[in-house]
């Protein structure tokens, strides 16, 4: 990190690196820290609801994804097909499936919060409109606490699934945790889904989307 820092490398758009997000995203995995400076974040607002953007394929929630971030929610999460589709004959699940409309390929959770009531129905309008505009998405639902504990525990449940998935085919971990930039993600999940179709394989894909850091099975 000295290293880097005496450098001052910058990224392809000009801007200086920064290191952090490279050591983040590689999970300490590319060096050994020996000194970290930490910044906290402020707790949330009181008042918080999650737009449940349903998309038709994974690629479309991924564009979707980079939109959604420009409203700076406090978590964007996705679940895909498969994932849903293991959750319809899971007992424990089945109830959590009350906001899922259709036969989505992909849903967005993502979660905003604000200090009033009205200033949170705005930003959830304002983002809705943003992904109605750009054609991304065909249902919007807003779920609001407590509700939003099922919304989360389904989201939660992906790995727990997808152990539980019937016939030979298992999931297998061999990409845990993506770190791409955000703004790259969607053309990464093309190249990805290109990459498999190639070896005959199908992936599954869910968590941190917000975060350009998803879990591929």
């Known amino acids: 990190v000295d290293v880097l820092a005496e450098m001052q490398p910058f990224n392809s758009a000009g801007h200086p690196f920064n290191p952090a997000k490279l050591i983040a995203g590689s999970e300490g995995t590319l060096c050994?820290?020996?000194?970290?400076?930490?910044k906290l974040d402020d707790l949330p607002p009181p008042f918080e609801a999650v737009v449940c953007a349903h998309f038709s394929t994974i690629h479309e929630a991924m564009?979707?994804?980079?939109?959604?971030m420009k409203s700076k929610p406090?978590?964007?999460?996705?679940?895909?097909?498969?994932?849903?589709?293991?959750?319809?004959?899971?007992?424990?699940?089945?109830?959590?499936?009350?906001?899922?409309?259709?036969?989505?390929?992909a849903i967005l959770c993502i979660e905003l919060r604000?200090?009033?009531?009205?200033?949170?129905?705005?930003?959830?309008?304002?983002?809705?409109?943003?992904?109605?505009?750009?054609e991304l998405g065909f249902a919007y639902p807003i779920v609001r606490a407590p509700e939003t504990v099922k919304v989360w525990t389904l989201r939660a449940a992906g790995l727990g699934v997808l152990s539980n998935?019937?016939?030979?085919?298992?999931?297998?971990?061999f990409v845990e945790d993506t770190a791409v930039e955000l703004n790259d993600l969607p053309e990464y999940i093309v190249d990805f889904e290109k990459l498999?179709?190639?070896?005959?394989?199908?992936?599954?894909?869910?968590?941190?989307?917000?975060?350009?850091e998803l879990h591929l099975r």
């Open 74 to 105: 406090y978590a964007c999460e996705v679940m895909d097909k498969t994932i849903l589709d293991l959750t319809k004959g899971n007992a424990e699940q089945a109830e959590n499936r009350f906001f899922v409309e259709g036969d989505p390929g």
């Open 165 to 173: 998935l019937k016939g030979k085919a298992k999931p297998v971990a």
């Open 63 to 68: 564009i979707a994804t980079v939109e959604a």
């Open 114 to 134: 604000a200090e009033t009531e009205d200033l949170l129905q705005k930003e959830s309008a304002n983002l809705i409109e943003r992904l109605k505009e750009k």
């Open 196 to 212: 498999m179709d190639g070896f005959g394989q199908k992936a599954v894909y869910y968590a941190h989307a917000g975060a350009g």
């Open 32 to 38: 050994a820290v020996t000194k970290l400076k930490l």
